[in-house]
């Protein structure tokens, strides 16, 4: 089967924000400068000569500054030189005075699972294991119809359920509550402490964390465990009751390209998926022509992939009595995140020896893979020809051939997860099982067994490439060292579900990017008029700058954002603004490239505000 590589596109963000910040004096005028004009050439040039204040005081307000007709000082504040000490930064480094991505793209360490048979989801730090926090899946504000984190979860009939998680690109996790028999529900985990709500004003955040330092929450200790978490953000319904939500994907917004990215989250039961903002709003509904049960963003035109799976397909599972499934043979679909196009039905390899369908993954060209579930096989599905390849994983003797999860990393490999494989590599006792094998020929393959567990659902890589697997039936999850074949287990929650993008991993591989940001604060009420960057922008690459102003520190989180500006020199008194008037102000600047090989680097980012005077 001849392949033709996907043309890579990627977008590379970076979130810059200021880190030492130095105020200097300047008799710039940017109000005449529109809506910013400027080009995207292959350099922007700041002309960024003004005298600088050395001492990189952020509260300098400018003293000296001239004034100007209005009455008022104008200043500037400049972002370099860059501190990743004194800012929060992720994926980005600092070379030669300059900010560039690193090539791990991104360094949270969060590893998100859904525990089903509790309603919470586990969160276990990449580099040692332990779990920093549990979280229930759900916000019972009121505001849903959500069940009671005691109700237990029974298949087809009772329970939230949570299942798939997904991450968005500043670390948010999202996870889908099936609710079988009831109403399914999405809810938001922060990452962030600061982005979490002191929902009872008690002036702290109440949030699981590992008060005893065992490296295993407790959830009967009122120490780790919070019903009412303040960082779960928020719970809502998604679809009607029993519509059961399952496939979950983050993808860029095609309204806020420098933003979180918005949430795709599959109704099972409704042939169907929905649009969610980072806010909980649902933007549009779509039909498809499956019933979706896993999902991935990729890269290659701008598509949200879902796919069906094969045991809901009639034809294959006679006990399947439920007229919601009647025309569902292993397929998959496609939809626009920009334009909401929905592709037509593409049924999964029908010319291979087998066919199925269950997880769903993206390689590094942006073809799609889907783990089978029901015969021994892998397939990938390349859109630039349309064509499938069959990979052959019948060596196992794996019960059923249940290959579940699946995803591919940024070196050519990808990785399936066998849920049983008793019979399997030496006849010995059931156990969990994970294969890894070239992207381009299905070859070299490498099997990885995971003594004392069982069920290995799901598979995701961490920040620095490592293998997770989840482990549903021995309540754990294992990571595995690829160039050691070292792994070890830690425990979880109760029955952990989750086989899509638990880590992010998938979506910074498809959409690269890093973020460093800070905070300027200056004088009471300035007058934010102007920004400036000094950057290297190769062809095909841009510049977008957002903003968002507070009178104090503690307001910025609830503060509207500003933007993008998307050439330079920026008027921000012009469209997307004006900007409010405020002492603190936090930026992004966000870098977009066509392929993951071409990153901008940013030397300086300027903005030009005015002080009240008399």
């Known amino acids: 089967m001849n392949i033709t590589p996907a043309a890579p596109r990627a977008f590379l963000l970076l979130l810059a924000a200021c880190g030492s910040l130095a105020v200097t004096c300047s008799d710039n005028d940017w109000r005449d400068g529109g809506d910013g004009g400027g080009d995207s050439d292959a350099d922007v040039d700041s002309d960024i000569d003004a005298d600088t204040d050395t001492d990189g005081d952020s509260d300098d307000t400018g003293a000296d500054a001239d004034a100007d007709d209005d009455g008022a000082a104008e200043n500037d504040v400049h972002a370099s030189p860059w501190d990743r000490d004194d800012a929060d930064s992720s994926g980005v480094r600092i070379e030669d005075d300059e900010l560039t991505l690193e090539s791990t793209v991104d360094e949270d360490p969060g590893v998100w699972i859904a525990n089903t048979g509790e309603s919470t989801v586990s969160r276990l730090h990449a580099d040692t294991g332990v779990e920093i926090g549990r979280y229930p899946s759900v916000l019972l504000d009121g505001t849903n119809h959500a069940q009671a984190l005691t109700e237990p979860c029974v298949m087809e009939t009772n329970g939230n359920c949570p299942s798939r998680t997904a991450i968005d690109f500043v670390g948010n996790c999202y996870v889908a509550n099936r609710g079988f028999g009831h109403q399914g529900t999405l809810t938001k985990i922060a990452r962030h402490e600061r982005d979490c709500i002191d929902r009872n004003g008690n002036g702290r955040i109440d949030t699981s964390r590992d008060a005893d330092g065992n490296g295993r929450i407790d959830t009967g200790n009122p120490e780790e465990f919070f019903p009412d978490d303040e960082c779960v953000l928020w719970t809502i319904d998604v679809g009607r009751a029993d519509e059961r939500p399952r496939a979950l994907a983050v993808a860029p917004s095609g309204e806020d390209p420098s933003g979180p990215g918005n949430v795709w989250v599959g109704l099972n039961a409704a042939h169907s998926t929905i649009e969610v903002s980072p806010d909980g709003d649902v933007l549009r509904t779509l039909p498809l022509p499956i019933q979706p049960y896993g999902a991935v963003a990729s890269k290659y035109l701008g598509l949200v992939w879902f796919t069906s799976a094969a045991w809901q397909d009639p034809s294959r599972s006679s006990w399947l009595d439920d007229a919601r499934y009647r025309d569902n043979p292993p397929a998959i679909c496609s939809v626009n995140f920009r334009t909401g196009e929905v592709s037509p039905r ?121 293998l997770w697997a989840v482990n549903f039936d021995t309540n754990s999850a294992s990571r595995i060292d690829s160039l050691s074949g070292e792994v070890e287990t830690y425990p979880v929650g109760t029955h952990p579900y989750t086989y899509s993008d638990f880590t992010g991993y998938s979506l910074l591989t498809q959409f690269p990017r890093g973020y460093y940001r800070n905070v300027f604060e200056v004088c009471p009420d300035a007058d934010w008029v102007g920004a400036q960057v000094d950057a290297s922008v190769p062809a095909g690459t841009e510049v977008h700058l957002r903003v968002r102003v507070a009178d104090d520190r503690a307001s910025l989180a609830t503060a509207e954002w500003y933007g993008p500006w998307t050439s330079f020199p920026a008027n921000l008194d012009a469209p997307p603004g004006p900007v409010p008037d405020g002492a603190v102000l936090e930026f992004e600047i966000t870098l977009i490239a066509d392929g993951a090989l071409v990153t901008p680097t940013v030397r300086d980012l300027v903005l030009t505000y005015d002080c009240p005077v008399g």
Do not use: K
């Open 346 to 466: 593409i049924l999964v390899a029908p010319d291979a020896p087998c066919q199925g369908a269950y997880g769903i993954g993206a390689d590094s060209e942006g073809r799609v893979w889907v783990g089978a579930e029901q015969c021994p096989a892998a397939f990938r599905y390349d859109p630039t020809d349309e064509s499938w390849m069959y990979v052959d994983l019948s060596w196992s003797g794996v019960r059923h051939g249940l290959t579940r999860g699946i995803v591919g990393d940024r070196d050519g490999r990808i990785w399936v997860a066998h849920s049983h494989c008793n019979n399997g590599l030496d006849g010995g006792p059931d156990c969990g099982l994970v294969t890894s094998f070239d992207a381009e020929t299905g070859g070299d393959q490498v099997h990885y067994r995971i003594d004392g567990a069982v069920g290995s659902i799901g598979v995701d890589l961490d920040y620095l490439g490592r």
